[in-house]
């Protein structure tokens, strides 16, 4: 337990209301209950020793793992595979339904499918990110686990009789661990329950936990049997789908950036960020991903959710947050774990997130992009929805020429940032059309005359003779990746002089080898130290930027390139380092509805390609 497992090397499981991460040793090293922007119970992702952890693995002999998840759901099979035996660890959460609740269940089914095999159950969890101290009662059904705030029960799921040679259940250091030997066709396990404090555990019959699994199992074919994409990349985008449905809340629809916290842009850094919350820009662009899919009731519930945004917007001197909690709270108070060292000793490992009181003008345009798009998908807005939407593009009309911190959250101070001029462009531009499209009452005189401000200023100032490129703010040469959406936000055609003029310099200063960086820190300082990864949202950026500007054989190629990237189990987190190794926060939201909306779009141009 003293070395960290590659950030890739975990596969995701969840119950769309918190999610865990299990790593290719059979490792629970994340876990987070009762809500995914809760306390850790199992923090080994962020300190071996004392985050907490619950490993499964096989004792005493030689083995090689690897993982798969069941087609067509987010059942996790981690399989380990020795000269004596095939062993194999199910891992998966039985939906927890669209009420919150402090009841989850994670399952841990093992089982040998050829040979024999001796497994080590070491179950270690640390309350409260390690910080709350627990007591533990030993039952012959399992253990239960309380602290002041939560209780975790440990259920055993029947073993075939204990034989000679095996060690019973040992107690050690506020956890307990055992040893199992398992002949083929025998199975057993744990079944974990936060929230309930019965007098006793019980135990899961094997018959059971092949229920709940199979409960769980049709829940997540019954759901991906709703998506439409029959394309060319139809493997990679439904895991893209699940994976983004994993990461939903089911009581409110709102979809969080990333369900883990502190995991670090740069090992040995300090950009270590706390994404498990609902950014406003992320969950807006997922509409584009839903809709071309087909998943109309997630793009239903969502609504709901920004319409109670939008209207909470009303008495704000700012109407909305970058980010909330995924209730709807605004409350991110940043803080510092500093008893933790951090993934590979990168700290500090952060929790909550300062930046979500940072002014980002560009967020408006996402908003009002997805309501325009799913209005046109025939999801109309109401009346109430539209009337405080009229009030916040006001808003937008009285503030969008200040400077802003910008889409990356820097912390080095507010610039007029170009991509925040265009999302504000874009924010008007769609709002005239849901006026006019719909006739519905706004002053769209002024919402014209600014829109049309934005784009002479963007072109006048955003773009740098001397580089023959809009860069990333007004008073600087520095080129931005987060242009390269400018084409397929209807701002500029991808056939004029000025954007292939563009895309030329990013291909010359920002691409390496299909991956592309966001911006280059040294030129343009951020307030933080050190470097960072290429950026996986903006390479699926570049590969549209390239299609849609008639690069098709280029586009494709980038796009098969990236897939290389992606862990065993094709999920993506934030960013990749040179070496090709995952870091930041995993999986991350944004990567996988870049990659969705990009195989729509690189689809139906190959298609219409002569």
């Not at 985008?237 to 979809?255: D, H, N, Q």
């Not at 101070?413 to 769609?430: E, I, K, N, P, Q």
């Not at 706004?442 to 049309?452: G, S």
């Not at 934005?454 to 040469?477: K, L, N």
Request: aromatic share 10%; with cysteine.
């Amino acid at each position: 337990m003293d070395s960290y497992p590659a950030v890739e090397a975990h596969g995701l499981i969840g119950d769309l209301q918190t999610a865990a991460l299990v790593a290719m040793d059979g490792t629970l090293d994340w876990f987070c209950a009762p809500r995914f922007d809760s306390p850790s119970l199992f923090g080994g992702l962020l300190d071996r020793r004392k985050g907490g952890h619950f490993q499964v693995s096989p004792d005493g002999v030689e083995y090689v793992s690897k993982q798969l998840y069941l087609p067509g759901t987010a059942i996790l099979i981690t399989r380990f595979l020795s000269a004596d035996g095939v062993g194999e660890l199910v891992d998966f959460m039985p939906v927890a339904g669209d009420q919150p609740t402090d009841r989850h269940r994670l399952v841990r089914m093992l089982r040998v499918v050829r040979g024999t095999m001796r497994f080590r159950v070491d179950c270690q969890p640390r309350f409260n990110y390690g910080r709350d101290p627990h007591e533990l009662d030993d039952y012959p059904e399992g253990h239960v686990f309380r602290s002041s705030a939560l209780s975790l029960t440990t259920n055993m799921v029947r073993y075939p009789e204990t034989r000679p040679g095996e060690q019973g259940v040992r107690r050690e250091e506020g956890g307990w661990w055992a040893i199992a030997t398992l002949r083929e066709g025998e199975s057993g396990g744990v079944v974990l329950e936060t929230g309930v404090s019965p007098d006793r555990p019980r135990f899961y019959t094997p018959g059971e936990v092949q229920e709940l699994l199979e409960q769980t199992r049709d829940f997540w074919r019954r759901w991906l049997a709703r998506s439409r994409y029959t394309g060319r990349w139809r493997e990679m985008v439904e895991r893209s789908a699940i994976t983004l449905k994993l990461m939903t809340y089911a009581p409110t629809g709102a979809l969080i950036a990333a369900p883990t916290a502190g995991l670090p842009e740069q090992i040995g850094g300090e950009r270590n960020w706390d994404y498990r919350y609902t950014w406003i820009r992320d969950a807006t662009i997922s509409l584009h991903a839903l809709l071309a899919l087909g998943f109309t009731d997630e793009t239903w519930q969502y609504m709901h959710w920004v319409d109670d945004r939008v209207r909470e917007a009303r008495v704000r001197e700012v109407p909305l947050q970058i980010m909330y909690r995924v209730d709807g709270s605004p409350d991110l108070s940043e803080e510092m774990l500093d008893h933790l060292e951090g993934y590979r000793g990168s700290a500090p490992v952060r929790v909550g997130n300062g930046a979500a009181n940072q002014l980002q003008l560009d967020i408006y345009g996402d908003l009002l992009n997805g309501l325009h798009e799913a209005d046109s998908h025939g999801l109309q807005l109401s009346r109430q929805l539209w009337l405080d939407t009229v009030r916040l593009v006001d808003w937008l009309c009285e503030h969008w020429d200040q400077p802003e911190d910008g889409i990356w959250e820097t912390r080095g101070g507010r610039r007029d940032f170009t991509y925040g001029r265009l999302m504000s462009w874009v924010a008007l531009d769609r709002a005239v059309r849901l006026a006019q499209g719909r006739g519905r009452p706004a002053d769209t005189d002024r919402w014209v005359r600014d829109r049309n401000q934005i784009y002479e200023q963007i072109m006048t100032r955003g773009f740098h003779p001397g580089r023959g490129a809009f860069v990333q703010h007004y008073a600087t040469d520095v080129l931005d990746a987060s242009l390269l959406t400018m084409p397929s936000v209807g701002f500029i055609a991808p056939t004029d002089p000025m954007w292939q003029s563009t895309l030329r310099a990013m291909d010359a200063e920002l691409v390496s080898d299909s991956l592309v960086y966001r911006y280059d820190p040294k030129a343009s300082p951020d307030g933080l130290p050190g470097q960072e990864s290429t950026f996986t949202m903006c390479t699926f950026w570049y590969v549209r930027a390239l299609a849609q500007s008639g690069r098709l054989e280029d586009a494709t190629l980038t796009l098969e390139k990236m897939l290389t990237y992606s862990s065993p189990l094709g999920l993506y987190s934030e960013e990749i380092a040179p070496t090709g190794e995952q870091t930041g926060n995993f999986p991350q939201a944004f990567s996988h509805l870049s990659l969705i909306g990009t195989a729509v779009d690189l689809d139906r141009l190959l298609d219409a390609a002569p």
